[in-house]
């Protein structure tokens, strides 16, 4: 994947000098185009069902990338190359030319609205909590385990449960980074960590796929938002960006974006109830 990623960045800038060289309009035509001769967009995700997943024959599915390759197969684009990221390491990805765009629920946030491009909101969720059966220290909230000094919660490194947690005052050394959300649900079953924290629809699937009757979800966790995602460029490929949005809209309107979303449990009413520049205002 990687091999072909470097290959693809090369003949990708190839493509773009020629194209402007052409006196294709502007670099930003240039990168839609680079794309289409490319043949792919390269995507960053996370592997979190349901917004995201890879499967043991390699096949990416989940709520992002379906919406993002019926979006580049409109624009162009044939199809979409994943590579697996942690949350905080996308940003840098993309900014790096390492990704053509984030696929991944990245959920927009002012301090990434001002790092990267995003679309129009695609995916909205609250957060939860997995814990012990009975919720034995009472967690409702981010702020109930700041306040137990002996509770720590496990949540992925640069995501935003991390933010929430050390926001509400629980200390670094209580707030676990976790690689991915089976380390987490074992985490939890081992009694390493006291709670788990991923958004509501990600902590469901995993709790569907354990079937741990010693397991219990608390949702949504009281006091944090509930946040959307967008596709995320890199700042500069606005004009990108712009024509994903027009297709993005194109979608929702004629009822294709609920049918892609809604199956994996999303709401597209939700994401069709707010916009970018309202979500990236949020405080
Ligand atoms: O945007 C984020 O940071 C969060 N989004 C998802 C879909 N899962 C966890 C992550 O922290």
Same mark, same amino acid.
């Given at each position: 994947?990687?091999?072909?990623g470097i290959?693809?960045g ?32 390269r995507?960053a ?29 409109? =624009? ?7 590579s697996?990221s942690?949350?905080?390491a996308m940003i840098p990805g993309l900014q790096a030319g390492r990704f053509d765009?984030v ?19 695609? =995916? ?60 987490? =649900? ?48 890199k ?49």
């Amino acid at each position: 994947m990687k091999k072909l990623g470097i290959l693809a960045g090369v003949a990708g800038l190839a493509v773009s000098t020629m194209l402007l060289a052409s006196g294709a309009r502007s670099a930003d035509d240039a990168k839609l185009e680079q794309l289409k001769q490319q043949g792919f967009a390269r995507v960053a995700i996370a592997n979190e069902p349901p917004y995201t997943a890879v499967a043991a024959d390699g096949k990416v599915s989940g709520a992002a990338p379906d919406v993002a390759r019926e979006i580049f197969k409109r =624009l162009g684009v044939n199809d979409i190359v994943a590579s697996i990221s942690e949350y905080g390491a996308m940003i840098p990805g993309l900014q790096a030319g390492r990704f053509d765009v984030v696929t991944a629920g990245l959920f927009m946030k002012p301090e990434r609205c001002a790092a990267v491009a995003y679309s129009e909101p695609v =995916l909205c969720d609250a957060e939860a909590m997995l814990v012990k059966k009975g919720n034995p220290k009472g967690f409702k909230s981010y702020e109930d385990i700041a306040k137990d000094s002996s509770a720590t919660v496990g949540a992925p490194g640069g995501g935003t449960e991390e933010k929430l947690a050390l926001n509400a005052g629980v200390p670094r050394e209580r707030v676990i980074v976790v690689p991915d959300g089976q380390s987490g =649900l074992k985490m939890v079953q081992d009694g390493r960590i006291d709670a788990y924290s991923l958004p509501v629809l990600s902590i469901n699937d995993l709790m569907k796929k354990a079937n741990d009757p010693n397991l219990e979800v608390i949702a949504p966790v009281q006091g944090a938002p509930v946040y959307c995602d967008g596709a995320a460029f890199k700042k500069g490929d606005e004009a990108l960006r712009d024509a994903y949005d027009v297709e993005l809209a194109k979608l929702k309107k004629s009822g294709e974006f609920a049918k892609i979303i809604e199956p994996y449990g999303f709401s597209a009413k939700a994401a069709m109830s707010t916009t970018r520049e309202k979500l990236c205002a949020a405080k």
